[in-house]
Protein backbone atom coordinates (compact mmCIF):
# COMPACT_ATOMS: atom_id res chain seq x y z
CA UNK A 1 0.00 0.00 0.00
CA UNK A 2 1.19 3.63 -0.84
CA UNK A 3 2.59 5.55 2.03
CA UNK A 4 2.88 9.16 2.22
CA UNK A 5 5.68 10.91 3.77
CA UNK A 6 4.05 10.37 7.62
CA UNK A 7 3.91 7.00 6.75
CA UNK A 8 -0.20 7.54 6.35
CA UNK A 9 -1.75 5.26 4.17
CA UNK A 10 -4.56 6.61 2.11
CA UNK A 11 -7.25 5.09 4.76
CA UNK A 12 -5.54 7.17 7.48
CA UNK A 13 -5.58 10.25 5.46
CA UNK A 14 -8.99 9.85 4.80
CA UNK A 15 -9.87 8.51 8.45
CA UNK A 16 -8.38 12.01 9.65
CA UNK A 17 -10.17 14.79 6.94
CA UNK A 18 -12.72 16.73 7.95
CA UNK A 19 -16.16 14.82 6.12
CA UNK A 20 -16.51 11.14 7.50
CA UNK A 21 -17.98 10.27 4.31
CA UNK A 22 -15.06 9.81 2.52
CA UNK A 23 -13.94 6.99 4.99
CA UNK A 24 -16.84 5.65 4.40
CA UNK A 25 -16.45 5.83 0.79
CA UNK A 26 -12.81 4.27 0.80
CA UNK A 27 -14.09 1.33 3.12
CA UNK A 28 -16.56 0.48 0.56
CA UNK A 29 -14.82 1.07 -2.67
CA UNK A 30 -11.80 -0.90 -1.55
CA UNK A 31 -13.22 -3.37 1.42
CA UNK A 32 -9.96 -6.20 0.86
CA UNK A 33 -7.30 -3.42 1.27
CA UNK A 34 -8.61 -2.74 5.03
CA UNK A 35 -9.21 -6.47 6.56
CA UNK A 36 -8.07 -8.71 8.52
CA UNK A 37 -6.71 -10.87 6.38
CA UNK A 38 -3.82 -9.64 5.29
CA UNK A 39 -1.18 -10.55 8.46
CA UNK A 40 -0.04 -8.02 11.62
CA UNK A 41 0.09 -4.84 9.01
CA UNK A 42 -3.74 -5.08 8.27
CA UNK A 43 -4.35 -5.74 11.77
CA UNK A 44 -2.59 -2.90 12.82
CA UNK A 45 -3.80 0.30 10.06
CA UNK A 46 -7.80 -1.40 11.05
CA UNK A 47 -6.81 -0.87 14.72
CA UNK A 48 -5.17 2.67 13.90
CA UNK A 49 -8.57 3.18 11.68
CA UNK A 50 -10.88 2.33 14.62
CA UNK A 51 -9.15 4.53 17.06
CA UNK A 52 -9.18 7.48 14.84
CA UNK A 53 -12.60 6.95 13.80
CA UNK A 54 -14.13 6.04 17.26
CA UNK A 55 -12.12 9.75 18.55
CA UNK A 56 -13.79 11.69 15.56
CA UNK A 57 -17.35 9.90 16.29
CA UNK A 58 -17.21 8.61 13.05
CA UNK A 59 -20.01 5.79 13.32
CA UNK A 60 -20.71 4.18 10.16
CA UNK A 61 -17.05 3.87 9.47
CA UNK A 62 -16.45 2.41 13.02
CA UNK A 63 -19.01 -0.14 11.97
CA UNK A 64 -17.70 -1.09 9.05
CA UNK A 65 -14.19 -1.91 10.64
CA UNK A 66 -15.98 -4.11 13.46
CA UNK A 67 -18.16 -5.64 11.14
CA UNK A 68 -14.13 -6.37 9.08
CA UNK A 69 -12.96 -8.09 12.78
CA UNK A 70 -11.29 -4.87 14.53
CA UNK A 71 -10.60 -5.49 17.75
CA UNK A 72 -12.11 -3.30 20.69
CA UNK A 73 -9.87 -2.33 22.89
CA UNK A 74 -10.03 -0.34 26.06
CA UNK A 75 -9.18 3.00 24.66
CA UNK A 76 -11.48 2.71 21.44
CA UNK A 77 -13.94 1.73 23.99
CA UNK A 78 -13.81 4.57 25.93
CA UNK A 79 -14.02 6.79 22.78
CA UNK A 80 -16.83 5.24 21.88
CA UNK A 81 -18.75 5.35 25.09
CA UNK A 82 -18.14 9.36 25.04
CA UNK A 83 -19.33 9.94 21.32
CA UNK A 84 -22.35 7.76 21.66
CA UNK A 85 -24.57 10.19 22.14
CA UNK A 86 -24.05 12.09 18.95
CA UNK A 87 -23.78 9.22 17.05
CA UNK A 88 -26.89 8.11 14.94
CA UNK A 89 -27.61 4.50 14.63
CA UNK A 90 -28.24 3.32 11.06
Known sequence: MLLNRNYDTPFHVAARHQNPATLNAMLDAFPTRCSLVGGDASEELV????????????????????????????????????????????
Open 47 to 90: AELLSISARRGNAPAVAKLIHRGADLDTKVALHLTHFRKTWKVI
